[in-house]
């Protein structure tokens, strides 16, 4: 059974691949299993159909028979569990990738996410200056301890798994900040990442999407 997903009819990244079914495409992609796209615009998300899909009314979810998940990084995990290429065999190892999913949307992403969305909607607000050296504080703070586990290794623990497909997304949100920049190996990493031909078919995929609603208009 094709899996179903859904992803924004519009997304607000305007095709940079860092809407959320970004890493879930990307994981599909990694694993060769085939998957349909459903797509919502931000009426229909807050409609009761998305809504019985995804209480929170955001994008992704995952549909396969039965099966509704929602959250990507609890998606990412259901397919790297069920399809070899994501996760290493051996128990220990298998083990420590899964932490470094949770490492990365629990530590790594919040305070990225933070800075962004107070970029946006603080902007012009009268502190915005004064928070600001604060919000980047606390991400280099958490790219440091990163770029230090990492050290020279091409991957987080041994070869690609899950763990580095959901940190490497998580980076890439500072894409083309200095921020990342100031961490050379981290600036690689994230490099390896998308250098994957599975990110590239990821991509391509999203930014499909993207194209299309932008000719349309």
Not at 44 to 55: D, I, S, T, V, Y
Not at 110 to 123: C, D, F, K, S, W
Not at 158 to 182: I, K, P, W, Y
Request: net charge negative.
């Amino acid at each position: 059974m094709t899996p179903v997903i859904t992803a924004f009819a519009a997304s607000p990244d305007r095709g940079r691949g860092l809407a959320r079914d970004m890493g879930v495409r990307w994981a599909c992609e990694e694993v060769g299993l085939d998957y349909d796209v459903r797509l919502v615009s931000f009426a229909e998300m807050k409609q009761p159909a998305h809504l019985a899909r995804q209480p929170f009314g955001q994008i992704p979810t995952y549909e396969a028979g039965d099966l509704m998940l929602f959250e990507s990084a609890a998606i990412l995990l259901h397919i790297a569990e069920r399809h070899a290429g994501l996760l290493p065999a051996d128990a220990d190892a298998r083990a420590r990738a899964i932490v470094w999913m949770f490492a990365a949307v629990s530590t790594i992403e919040p305070p990225i996410v933070e800075r962004e969305q107070t970029g946006h909607a603080e902007r012009d607000a009268p502190w915005y200056e004064a928070r600001l050296p604060l919000l980047d504080a606390r991400v280099r703070t958490r790219l440091a301890a990163l770029s230090q586990r990492l050290g020279d290794a091409d991957w987080l623990d041994g070869d690609f798994s899950a763990g580095d497909l959901m940190m490497v997304q998580v980076l890439r949100r500072l894409a083309g900040e200095a921020l990342l920049a100031e961490h050379g190996n981290l600036a690689a990493y994230v490099a390896r990442g998308e250098a994957r031909p599975a990110f590239a078919r990821a991509f391509a995929a999203q930014l499909a999407v993207f194209t299309a609603q932008s000719a349309a208009h």
